[in-house]
């Protein structure tokens, strides 16, 4: 459960969740609070739907497609690699910034040591375990740092309020690139199809099922909510921050030459924590239950390192890749998320004797719509996103 717990809040706060608040922060100000909030209560929805429908019918995402309309899951997962291997490319470039912050290593070299330090964990004899253990240190280590820096940035914490409720400016576009770098594409589903995997579904879970779900939400939270704050700290001050790198140019700005080693190691962390979830869950869409593991180790291998190689070959510009893949995983999210809903509201025989809380169901339907609307108006907006 704890593993399942990290795995999803570790993936929702990777490389693409520091470089998105750090630059729409520096572009809102005290305003994106509201966007914070929003896609908390929209992570609150879809995360407790989406683990309890697919926790009860003890079936992968992509499985459950299938047994909805043949071949509707192969097309799902191969969205949802899509949008994890452009996700993976940024997360292994993160890595390799986050190194290069710490201790000045070559962030091409960074981004290969990482990759295979997440190659061994997906090798080793007890993967599953490895895999739990690294994302909760890994994800501790992250939630500590962001705590002090966010202390020592001194944020305007009254005005922050305000804006949560009362926002001078709502930006659509933000919001949605937000929500799909936390919780869309194959990240609502990291936490969940561990536990599948690791047997702990069922119906007679149900309890400990939801548990996981809103303490992984709690830990997303809190990590939004401190960088938020650490950032709005120096943004408050006037500073004029990097556009290339912001998210270092704040812990810099905030703390000085530790506050960059801080952010090097943050990076790092968020950055290895999210190729992992990124590689075990795009692949989980790709192969069956039952499936040899070994061999699903190695397609998980192959994953990464095809990451990898397209970022040391290939190249790119890791803060617009991050914002981009964001905002593809907002578009993909309405999609996966309709087909867990529809499983709920219309196919009873896959969920047994399990009756979905009729009061979620709607809630999940009010956020379907709402994140539809606002794919739509990212898709028509993704130029000036990215600009």
């Known amino acids: 459960m704890v593993g ?7 993936s929702a706060i990777g490389p693409g969740f520091l470089t998105q608040t750090s630059v729409f922060t520096v572009r809102m100000g005290a305003a994106f609070a509201f966007a914070i909030l929003l896609s908390i209560l929209v992570d609150i929805a879809i995360q407790l739907n989406v683990w309890r429908i697919l926790g009860v019918t003890q079936l992968r995402a992509s499985e459950l497609a299938n047994k909805i309309v043949p071949g509707l899951g192969w097309f799902l997962a191969v969205l949802v690699a899509a949008g994890g291997l452009v996700f993976n490319i940024g997360n292994i470039a993160g890595t390799g910034l986050g190194l290069n912050a710490l201790a000045g290593v070559n962030p ?35 939630i500590l740092l962001m705590l002090y820096v ?41 936490g969940v199809h561990r536990l599948i995997d690791a047997g702990a579904a069922g119906p007679e879970n149900i309890k400990s099922i939801t548990n996981s779900a809103v303490t992984g939400i709690i830990v997303t939270g809190i990590m939004r909510v401190l960088l938020f704050l650490a950032v709005l700290g ?16 704040v812990f810099f700005n905030a703390a000085g030459e530790i506050g960059l080693r ?9 950055g290895l924590s999210s190729v992992i979830g990124a590689s075990f ?38 803060q617009k890749l991050l914002i981009f893949a964001g905002a593809f995983n907002g578009l993909i999210l309405p999609i996966t998320f309709a087909i867990i809903l529809y499983a709920a509201w219309r196919r009873k025989d896959l969920l ?35 600009a």
């Open 281 to 318: 869950t795009s692949v989980s869409f790709l192969t069956k239950q039952g499936y040899d593991e070994k061999k699903r180790g190695w397609i998980t291998v192959g994953f990464i390192l095809i990451s990898a190689v397209i970022y040391l070959f290939i190249g790119s510009a890791p």
């Open 108 to 142: 091409k070299i960074g981004g290969a040591i990482s990759a295979a330090i997440a190659i061994f964990v997906f090798l080793s004899r007890r993967a599953g375990v490895a895999l739990d253990r690294i994302v909760g240190v890994l994800g501790a280590i992250m």
């Open 150 to 190: 966010a202390i020592v940035s001194n944020p305007p914490v009254g005005e922050a309020l305000k804006q949560t409720v009362l926002p001078d400016d709502v930006d659509f576009k933000v919001i949605t690139t937000l929500i799909g770098g936390t919780v869309g594409g194959y990240i609502v589903f990291a």
């Open 234 to 249: 120096v943004v408050s001050t006037g500073v004029a921050l990097s556009k290339d790198n912001t998210a270092a140019d």
């Open 352 to 386: 047994g004797d399990y009756k979905h809380p009729t009061w979620m169901l709607i809630i999940g339907a009010l956020v379907l719509v709402l994140t539809f609307v606002m794919g739509g108006i990212a898709l028509f907006g993704l130029k000036a996103l990215l």
């Open 4 to 10: 399942a717990v990290f795995l999803m809040a570790t």
């Open 262 to 270: 801080i952010f090097g190691l943050v990076l790092w962390a968020a």
